[in-house]
Every structure is written in C-alpha cells, then in structure tokens.
C-alpha cells in the first residue's frame, strides 16, 4: 500500500511516485546533470529518478548517478524529503542524498549531461522553481556546513499545472520512509 503523509494542504495524501536525488559534492562544486529526457526534460538538477521495486532508496541514489553520469558516489545520507503536491498532475516523494567520494569518468549519456559547478554558481533559473528554496537550505544544513549528522528537512511544496504556489516546512520531523528498506510493491486496497 502506498505510505499515506500528512503534508500542509492535505490529511491523507499519497504520492504515486517515489524519486532520489544525488548531490555528489567536491569541495565547493557540485556534480549536476542538464536532462535530456523524460521528466523534468531540459532542467538542470543532481542526477535521480524513480524507485524501483526491490531497491532501497539509497540504492536507488547510487544507481541513477551511475546511470546518468557513469559516476559511482556512494551515498553518505539522506539530508531531505520533498513532497510535491500537485493540484493537475502526480504526485512525488523526493529523497535528497549527499555523497562525498565517486570513482569512475564523467560521461554524458542518453539521459543526461554531467557537469561540475561551483556551489557559488548553482543555475536556479535554470532549475525546478523549488530548487532555489530547499537546495541552499540543504547545502547549509549538512553538506557543506558542520552539521554533517543534522536530521533531515522535510518540505512541503504546493504546485498546480508545475506551477508553485506554496511551501513550507513540513510538521514532521524525521523521514516518512526508510532509506535502506527494499521498495515493495504497492497494492491498493
């Protein structure tokens, strides 16, 4: 069964997709990725996707980065859990993972193109609109500041037609789902 959250607008609402970010960080650049197919097509964002059956979600980080980049980063954590409430279209449950040490070369592939960038010079404007809301807060919260054990931030954002309306944080203090937990498969009931 689908988790069920309280979010700011709604009691009871369910995502119907579940995604991870990866925001692999070298000193003060940051791996990101301009899309090149499927959702969020022609943003720039860290490397992620959808959840797979059988996976957790930290697997999940780490196999998408590869996928997108060729890059394997292991993830050191999760730093945030995003829910997109979407008024005209589906709903999301983000995972936001930092990770520190990578091997392998950068590659474009089919999905993405991989590049470096300084955390000075993020490209908001060429981002999600949410991105320049809880991307620094993130950066802040444990990535490139001394709180590297911080709990996560849970957000909250208000879209309708990929417009955002609100955001805020969420009430919740800790991760709706757990990050090392295979997926299982969502029967309704």
Not at 10 to 16: D, K, R, V
Not at 104 to 115: L, N, V
Not at 143 to 162: M, R
Request: glycine share 10%; hydrophobic share 40%; with cysteine.
């Amino acid at each position: 069964m689908r988790p069920t959250l309280r979010t700011l607008w709604q009691e009871a609402w369910q995502p119907e997709f579940v995604g991870t970010l990866l925001f692999l960080v070298d000193r003060n650049r940051v791996l990101l990725i301009e899309k090149k197919t499927g959702h969020g097509m022609g943003k720039i964002n860290a490397p992620g996707g959808k959840w797979d059956i059988g996976e957790s979600l930290m697997a999940c980080a780490r196999r998408e980065m590869l996928e997108e980049t060729g890059i394997d980063a292991q993830p050191l954590g999760c730093v945030g859990e995003l829910r997109f409430v979407e008024r005209d279209g589906p709903q999301w449950l983000g995972y936001v993972f930092v990770a520190r040490q990578f091997s392998g070369a950068m590659t474009e592939t089919p999905e993405a193109r991989p590049f470096w960038c300084d955390v000075e010079g993020i490209p908001y404007h060429q981002m999600w609109a949410d991105d320049a809301i809880w991307l620094p807060k993130v950066l802040e919260h444990g990535v490139l500041g001394d709180k590297p054990d911080a709990p996560p931030l849970v957000y909250d954002f208000l879209f309708t037609g990929g417009k955002l309306l609100e955001h805020g944080p969420s009430h919740q203090s800790g991760l709706s789902l757990s990050i090392h937990a295979p997926r299982q498969e969502w029967v309704e009931e």
